[in-house]
């Protein structure tokens, strides 16, 4: 059975940093791209960054541009996305999700964590 497990969210002043880890059990990460999107209540989910299988230019939204980085950790079968300069609007419930490829919608993805929440005070 397949599992992706987020972890590391919490509450985090404006300006700190956070690092999201997404866990796989199941699966290899590493044959896989991996996604985060964000989910804020009332909005739809969107993509965050995805990184592709062959660890070539991860994407990112506008956004979140210059602050976050998606990285693999494939000895422990685990993705990152350390967070850095945090903002209000960037309070999401976040989610990793597994794919053969990098895509920016969310229906597509065969594979998906529980979420996570992250908060950061306005």
């Known amino acids: 059975q397949v599992q992706l497990a987020e972890s590391g969210g919490g509450l985090v002043q404006p300006g700190g940093s956070l690092r999201l880890s997404c866990a796989a059990s199941?699966?290899?990460?590493?044959?896989?791209?991996v996604a985060w999107f964000r989910q804020a209540p009332g909005k739809e989910r969107k993509a965050v960054s995805c990184?592709?299988?062959?660890?070539?230019?991860?994407w990112y939204a506008d956004d979140v541009k210059g602050r976050f980085t998606i990285s693999r950790e494939n000895a422990n079968n685990t993705v990152h996305l350390q967070m850095n300069s945090l903002k209000a609007a960037d309070t999401a419930v976040y989610f990793c999700?597994?794919?053969?490829?990098?895509?920016?919608?969310?229906?597509?993805?065969?594979?998906w964590g529980q979420g996570i929440q992250v908060t950061v005070p306005s």
């Open positions: 999700a597994a794919d053969a490829r990098c895509w920016v919608g969310a229906r597509v993805y065969d594979y």
């Open positions: 199941g699966l290899a990460l590493e044959d896989y791209a």
């Open positions: 990184i592709s299988r062959e660890d070539i230019e991860p």
